[in-house]
C-alpha cells in the first residue's frame, strides 16, 4: 500500500518561497505519475503540477513559470518549490499518485480522478 506525506507547508508573505516534500512509501511501480495539488476552502480541489517516472513535468497555467515540481528517486521524495507566491495560492496542498499509470497509453496529468492514493495535506498560508 503506497503512503504519502506531504511537509513543508507554513505562512509567508506575498512574493516568498517554500519548498513542499512528499515522501512515499510502500511504492514498488516502475511507472507512476505523482502530482500536486490544492484545495482552498469552499473551492474544488484541483492539480498543480505533475511529474511521472521518467521526469516528465507538468503545469497548471496558474503556475506555471512559478512552481517547480522535481523529484528524488533515492528518496522517494518529490517536491514542490513555490516561488513568488500570491495570496490565491493559499490552500490545503496534497501529494497523490497514480501507480497505475503507464506511459505507453496516457499521458500523466494533474485531473484529480486519476489519483489513486493521497496524503493528508499541508497548509499554505500567503499574506499580502
Known amino acids: 500500500q503506497v503512503q504519502l506525506a506531504e511537509s513543508g507547508g507554513g505562512s509567508v508573505q506575498s512574493g516568498g518561497s517554500l519548498r513542499l516534500s512528499c515522501a512515499a512509501s510502500?511504492?514498488?511501480?516502475?511507472?507512476?505519475?505523482m502530482g500536486w495539488f490544492r484545495q482552498a476552502p469552499g473551492k474544488e480541489r484541483e492539480g498543480v503540477a505533475s511529474?511521472?517516472?521518467?521526469?516528465?513535468?507538468s503545469y497548471s497555467d496558474s503556475v506555471k513559470g512559478r512552481f517547480t515540481i522535481s523529484q528524488d528517486k533515492a528518496k522517494n521524495i518529490m517536491y514542490l518549490q513555490m516561488d513568488n507566491l500570491k495570496p490565491d495560492d493559499t490552500a490545503m496542498y496534497y501529494c497523490?499518485?497514480?501507480?497505475?499509470?503507464?506511459?505507453?497509453?496516457?499521458?500523466?496529468?494533474?485531473?484529480?480522478?486519476?489519483?489513486?492514493?493521497w496524503g493528508r495535506g499541508t497548509q499554505v498560508t500567503v499574506s499580502s
Open positions: 511529474i511521472d517516472s521518467a521526469g516528465k513535468t
Open positions: 497523490a499518485a497514480d501507480v497505475r499509470f503507464d506511459p505507453r497509453y496516457i499521458r500523466c496529468g494533474y485531473y484529480p480522478p486519476d489519483f489513486d492514493h
Open positions: 510502500g511504492h514498488t511501480a516502475s511507472d507512476y505519475c
